[in-house]
């Protein structure tokens, strides 16, 4: 069974740039997580989506960022426009409701370097 | 409002020593409980978690942690630790809500010297 996937693994970008991340939930799940990780900051949930609905971005840091679930098979996260300060490494995670075990599922990350 | 906090940034410590990385956590509410494992450049494994019953679990690779809710720690501790378990792990807290919806805590290094 294939785990969540992300896209970009890596992306360089410079200032004011659009930056599009991409992820595929596993197959079944139907909670999806993005979380960002940083040094200063460590790993800070940005928004949650539940049946492809948002039901909590009180993480999402500022305007600049979007996040849509246009089906329950992926996701994007978009950031208009980017900022050095957006560099981080960007983690999407699934779960399954009635699997009671709380376990997230994590992708191997999107690594963003903002010029 | 839940929070983690994870004492030490980073812990060296030579092969086959013990190790204990520390956790403690704040909740208004009942929580579960869970530390996670990050190997360079991959996402974060589930290493083991506290739900309910025993408050002494156990992973597969010989971690164990211990939810003491009087001092709201979840101490991660290995008797002997291998080269390959060199990685950084989070604790983490969640009161079952949102759909799990999982705190983290900052990371704490482990460090295994030969």
């Known amino acids: 069974d294939a785990g969540v996937i992300q896209s970009p693994r890596h992306e360089v970008t410079e200032m004011g740039q659009e930056v599009t991340l991409r992820c595929k939930p596993i197959?079944?799940?139907?909670?999806l997580f993005w979380y960002r990780q940083t040094m200063m900051r460590g790993l800070e949930l940005l928004i949650y989506f539940n049946n492809n609905v948002p039901i909590d971005d009180s993480g999402m840091p500022e305007d600049r960022f979007s996040a849509k679930m246009p089906n329950a098979s992926f996701s994007t996260l978009k950031i208009q426009p980017s900022e050095p300060r957006d560099s981080a490494v960007y983690f999407c995670a699934s779960r399954r409701t009635g699997l009671n075990t709380g376990e997230l599922f994590f992708g191997e990350g999107s690594r963003l370097t903002v010029l | 409002a839940q929070s983690v906090t994870q004492l030490d940034s980073q812990v060296p410590v030579f092969e086959e020593a013990p190790v204990e990385l520390r956790c403690n956590y704040s909740s208004s509410v009942s929580v579960y409980l869970f530390w996670y494992v990050q190997y360079p450049n991959q996402g974060l494994q589930l290493l083991l978690k506290?739900?309910?019953?025993?408050?002494l679990v156990e992973s597969i690779n010989g971690f164990e942690a211990e939810f003491n809710k009087s001092q709201t720690s979840f101490h991660l501790r290995k008797p002997s630790v291998h080269i390959s378990d060199t990685a950084e792990y989070f604790c983490?807290?969640?009161?079952?809500?949102?759909?799990?919806?999982?705190?983290f805590g900052a990371g704490t290094r482990l460090f295994v010297k030969a």
């Open positions: 197959s079944g799940h139907d909670y």
């Open positions: 506290y739900l309910s019953g025993s408050t």
């Open positions: 983490a807290v969640s009161d079952g809500t949102g759909g799990f919806k999982t705190i």
